[in-house]
Nanobody, 120 residues
Framework: VQLQASGGGLVQAGGSLRLSCAAS????????MGWFRQTPGKDREFVAA????????YYADSVEGRFTISRDNAKNTVYLQMNSLKPEDTAVYYC??????????????WGQGTLVTVSS
């Protein structure tokens, strides 16, 4: 499975951005797609995940109510709509795909990161 992330950029606090992650290859084996983020010197942290089939979604407490993950199976694309952005949301965001059963961890495939910068 190959993943291509896009949509990062610079936004002021309180603003919005939408990230996209296009999947290709053996997507029939995918169980969950997710978004993680990482800042320098810190571990990559879970942000949100969505079941590849069905409607289950999962969010980190820090983004619950502000971020929304969704997917378009026809386009093999997952989106992360980020609203009410805060400076602490600044990070490199990565999309991932997995074939397992743990949506908050253990991803098998990763896209390249996309930088989100939120200015105060």
């Amino acid at each position: 499975v190959q993943l291509q992330a896009s949509g990062g950029g610079l936004v002021q606090a309180g603003g919005s951005l939408r990230l996209s992650c296009a999947a290709s290859g053996r997507t029939s084996s995918v169980s969950f797609m997710g978004w993680f983020r990482q800042t320098p010197g810190k571990d990559r942290e879970f942000v949100a995940a969505i079941a590849w089939s069905g409607t289950r979604t999962y969010y980190a407490d820090s983004v619950e109510g502000r971020f929304t993950i969704s997917r378009d199976n026809a386009k093999n694309t997952v989106y992360l709509q980020m609203n009410s952005l805060k400076p602490e949301d600044t990070a490199v965001y990565y999309c991932g795909a997995q074939t397992g059963i743990m949506p908050r961890s253990r991803y098998d495939y990763w896209g390249q990161g996309t930088l989100v910068t939120v200015s105060s």
